[in-house]
Structure formats: C-alpha cells, structure tokens
C-alpha cells in the first residue's frame, strides 16, 4: 500500500513537498514516481526513481522545477515542487511498479501500484 501525504493549496510561486510511504512493502528493485490528473484530463506521468539505482525520469513540464528523492531507510519517496504554477493543479499519486533496470517506465498504464492519491491546487 502507498500513502500519500503533503498535498494542499498554494499560490502559484510557492513551493510543496509530497511524500508517498510504503506501507507494508519496501521499494527495493521498484521504480516508483509520481502521476497527476487534473480535472476533465487523462493521468499524466510527472517523473519517477528507481529505488535501486537512483536513476531518475522527469517530465518535460516539470524538469527544473520538480524534483524526486528518496529515503531508502523508511521506504519514503519525495516530491519538492518549486515554482508551482495554476496548470499544475491536479491529485497527485504516487504509483510503482516492478523494476530491474533499463528505460524507467514514463507512461501512467504502466505503473501496476497506486496510492489513493493527494489534491494540489494552486491558485493564481
């Protein structure tokens, strides 16, 4: 199970932190991340780790802004998002799915493990 924590609403500018604990699981060989769907839209994938690696896979729309870390001791992935923007409005969920290396899966129908998902809005 997934857990998500941290959503809330801010003005745009601002900064949030989300967290996703593994309950009952660890991430080991899991590439683990983070999907969005905004109101009336599809999900979209917004960037993800593998927990063994640490490699990481961003989404052209958040590259430079967002950023992903983990801490591996409490099975816990971060996501920092500066410079939030109104378009960034969206429940957020953490998502994971088994991995052993090679391309970091980046579309959301790959991701077989979902939180329940956190609201971010941010006005403008």
């Known amino acids: 199970q997934l857990v998500e924590s941290g959503g809330g609403l801010v003005q745009a500018g601002d900064s949030l932190r989300l967290s996703c604990a593994a309950s009952g699981r660890t991430f080991s060989r899991y590439a683990v991340g983070w999907v969005r769907q905004a109101p009336g839209k599809e999900r979209e994938f917004v960037l993800a780790i593998s927990w063994s690696s640490g490699g990481t896979a961003y989404a052209d729309s958040v590259k430079g802004r967002f950023t992903v870390s983990r801490d591996i001791a409490n099975n816990t992935l971060y996501l920092q998002m500066n410079s939030l923007k109104p378009e960034d409005t969206a429940v957020y969920y953490c998502?994971?799915?088994?991995?052993?290396?090679?391309?970091?899966?980046?579309?959301?129908?790959?991701?077989?493990?979902w939180g329940q998902g956190t609201q971010v809005t941010v006005s403008s």
């Open positions: 998502a994971a799915r088994a991995f052993r290396g090679g391309r970091i899966p980046l579309s959301p129908a790959e991701y077989d493990t």
